[in-house]
């Protein structure tokens, strides 16, 4: 079992940056393949990016390519999402996700495929 605790959420105007950061416990990190979600007032929760568990592979939202960068840090187990270029439309609640899996580049996309979840974080961009 993982428990995930992320960080790094906070108000940005829009154009600015914010770097999240999701710590997770148990020696069995690199088990895991990670992902990260968002769910914004009235939507759905969404896709945004997805890490292989070797950390080699990685996949991003057409909304988000090319201003958001997924990585992992096997070390200090955890999981870290960069995020550049911010406009209001980013603004959600963002949450990191764990799944266990055998294959070391597989990358995960939906909600039900992942086993755990952190608390979320809030991300505010103004206008």
């Known amino acids: 079992q993982v428990q995930l605790v992320e960080s790094g959420g906070g108000l940005v105007q829009a154009g600015g940056s914010l770097r999240l950061s999701c710590a997770a416990s148990g020696r069995t990190f690199s088990s895991y393949a990670m992902g990260w979600f968002r769910q914004a007032p009235g939507k759905e929760r969404e896709f945004v990016a997805a890490i292989s568990r070797s950390g080699g592979t990685t996949r991003y939202a057409d909304s988000v390519k090319g201003r958001f960068t997924i990585s992992r840090d096997k070390a200090k187990n955890t999981v870290s999402l960069q995020m550049n270029s911010l406009t209001p439309e980013d603004t959600a609640v963002y949450y990191c996700?764990?799944?266990?899996?055998?294959?070391?580049?597989?990358?995960?996309?939906?909600?039900?495929?992942?086993?755990?979840w952190g608390q979320g974080t809030q991300v505010t961009v103004s206008s």
């Open positions: 996700a764990a799944v266990s899996t055998y294959y070391s580049g597989s990358l995960y996309y939906s909600t039900n495929e992942y086993d755990y």
